[in-house]
């Protein structure tokens, strides 16, 4: 359904920082994007064939030079392969200027299997790291 997210920042190095930071636990790195020059932009995830081939989250500042802003009740959720990468993601997004939005667990209003960690990041963008499948940690 989608070939690519972007959210806005108002300082890319940092929000570099924070997204290296808390996309390393659910195994997704920066896109390689060849020879090909972004300036002002840094995706994760796939980027291939010159973008025909497409899956990523893409930082960038606005095109319009005013500063990044957030939507209300916009959020961006992650899979993650197991509890333990919802929760090293949490406390990464902790530790890199992030802030708790809802501490990892069950949210069994959802789904019995449901664990999920809730996150914003330093721009105030809201972001989940999600694991299906289990109903106990392993």
Request: aromatic share 12%; charged share 20%.
């Amino acid at each position: 359904m989608f070939t690519y997210l972007c959210l806005g920042t108002s300082d890319l190095p940092r929000a570099a920082r924070f997204y290296d930071a808390v996309l390393a636990p659910l195994g997704i790195v920066r896109c390689d994007t060849g020879s090909e020059d972004f300036g002002d932009w840094m995706g994760w995830g796939t980027y291939e064939d010159d973008g025909r081939e497409e899956l990523a989250l893409w930082i960038c500042k606005p095109f319009n030079g005013e500063a990044a802003s957030v939507g209300n009740g916009s959020m961006v959720a992650l899979k993650a392969a197991s509890w333990a990468a919802v929760d090293a993601f949490h406390a990464a997004a902790l530790a890199h200027g992030g802030g708790c939005e809802g501490a990892p667990g069950l949210r069994q209003r959802y789904n019995p299997d449901f664990y999920a960690a809730y996150v914003r990041d330093p721009d105030g963008h809201k972001l989940a790291a999600v694991c299906r499948g289990f109903s106990k940690r392993l």
